[in-house]
């Protein structure tokens, strides 16, 4: 029960095709209980028109200094959408670690103090979710006792989106195989 859909054609990314998608959203989401939009935390008309047609905002933030140095014109970017009149909520900055960073090492430690509301905790470096991406299947599905699955899983429950009681012993990966050589 999931649709993913892109508002540009392929091999072009006009302005125009984001402002036709962004202005007919309310009516292509109305059969829809949540709509998620991926995009960077960037800043320009792209982001402020995503902004305008968001109910509500998680900034996913890599514990690297790059992040924490340009996470504050995005936050006020935030602000004066609502200024604005735009309905856009913080939910809050999800925080994930970079290859070889500990959870509780000092590059998160300090992301952490520069961000201002936290949401469940911190996601691990997981090279599980490469995987997950290489073969188009959701980490939590892929193997649900990954450490990124288990932190994803609780993020979906602190926010809302889902009711997820994160088992102790989680059912088994699923395994993914290779399609076949013609």
Do not use: W
């Not at 902004?51 to 935030?78: D, I, N």
């Not at 936290?118 to 892929?142: E, I, M, S």
Request: a negative charge; proline letters at 13%; hydrophobic letters at 50%.
């Amino acid at each position: 029960n999931l649709d993913v859909v892109c508002p540009y054609p392929p091999d072009d990314t006009a302005e125009h095709h984001l402002e036709a998608y962004l202005a007919d959203l309310p009516t292509t989401a109305a059969g829809y209980d949540l709509v998620v939009i991926d995009a960077p935390p960037m800043l320009g008309p792209r982001p402020t028109a995503l902004l305008r047609a968001a109910g509500e905002v998680l900034v996913v933030l890599r514990a690297e200094p790059m992040a924490v140095r340009t996470l504050p014109a995005y936050l006020a970017l935030v602000k004066q959408v609502r200024a604005s009149g735009g309905r856009c909520r913080l939910l809050g900055v999800l925080v994930t670690a970079a290859p070889g960073q500990p959870v509780d090492g000092p590059e998160v430690a300090a992301v952490l103090a520069a961000v201002p509301k936290a949401v469940a905790g911190v996601v691990p470096f997981d090279p599980v979710a490469g995987r997950a991406l290489l073969h188009g299947v959701p980490l939590v599905t892929l193997d649900p006792a990954s450490p990124a699955a288990r932190a994803y899983l609780a993020l979906a429950d602190a926010i809302g989106v889902a009711s997820v009681a994160v088992a102790a012993d989680p059912p088994e990966p699923v395994v993914v195989r290779p399609a076949a050589s013609p």
